[in-house]
Each structure stands twice: as structure tokens, then as C-alpha cells.
């Protein structure tokens, strides 16, 4: 409800309700595993997209190799979605079959 503010000067002032600030809802980005996709262009896309350390990327990267799928990072819904469309695009060039999805990370709900 608006509260309304009577001062000396005759103006009436009114303060709008404070919205609740919400964290946003956040989406894991899976990488899935494949034949032809190369471990080096996997690692690349984690470290220049996903902004890895080389490590980080050739343990993630490997995680998926052997496992089929993992976390590539965790983002709001329009990050996700723009780091998926640019590594579809940069596998598309290449004619890569890898694939990217994303699911709402529990995790991060409140
Ligand atoms: N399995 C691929 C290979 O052996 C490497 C790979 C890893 C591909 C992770 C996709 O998301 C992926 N060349």
C-alpha cells in the first residue's frame, strides 16, 4: 500500500511500496559428450566462453568424456541462453555435433 506524506509546505508526497529484491532464478549449463567433438576445441570453448582456467576446462572437459555429461557453468536464463547460442555457433563452423542444454539449478532457489 502507497503511504501518503502531508508536510508543512502543502505537498502532499507518496512513497511507493519497496518491491522485494529477488535473486533471479539460475540455469546450469550442461556440455554433452559426443565422438567427434575435439578435446581441445572443448577445452578452448570452456576457457573462452565459460571463462575456465585450463585446468579447470580439461577437468571439466574430461568429466563429460567419460561420464557423458557435465556443468559447464551456472548463469541467469539470458546469460545461459547467449553462451549456448555462441558455442552452437562455434561448433556449427567447425561442423561439431557438440551439444549444450540448460536446466534450472535447484541449488540456487530460495
Ligand atoms: N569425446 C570427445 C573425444 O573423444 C571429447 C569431448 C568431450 C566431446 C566433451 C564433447 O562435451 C564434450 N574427442
Known sequence: MAEKFDNDSGVVT????????????????????????????????????????????????LHVHYTGVGVAGVFTREVAETKIAIVDNLAREREYPLRLTMEPDEHHED
Do not use: C, W
Not at 507518496?14 to 559428450?33: C, D, F, S, T
Not at 566462453?49 to 579447470?56: A, C, G, I
Open 14 to 61: 507518496e512513497q511507493k511500496p519497496q518491491k522485494k529484491l529477488k535473486r533471479p532464478r539460475m540455469y546450469r549449463v550442461l556440455l554433452h559428450n559426443d565422438d567427434y567433438t575435439t578435446r581441445e576445441f572443448v577445452v578452448d570453448v570452456l576457457m573462452g566462453v565459460f571463462h575456465h582456467s585450463e585446468s579447470k576446462a580439461t577437468e571439466i572437459m
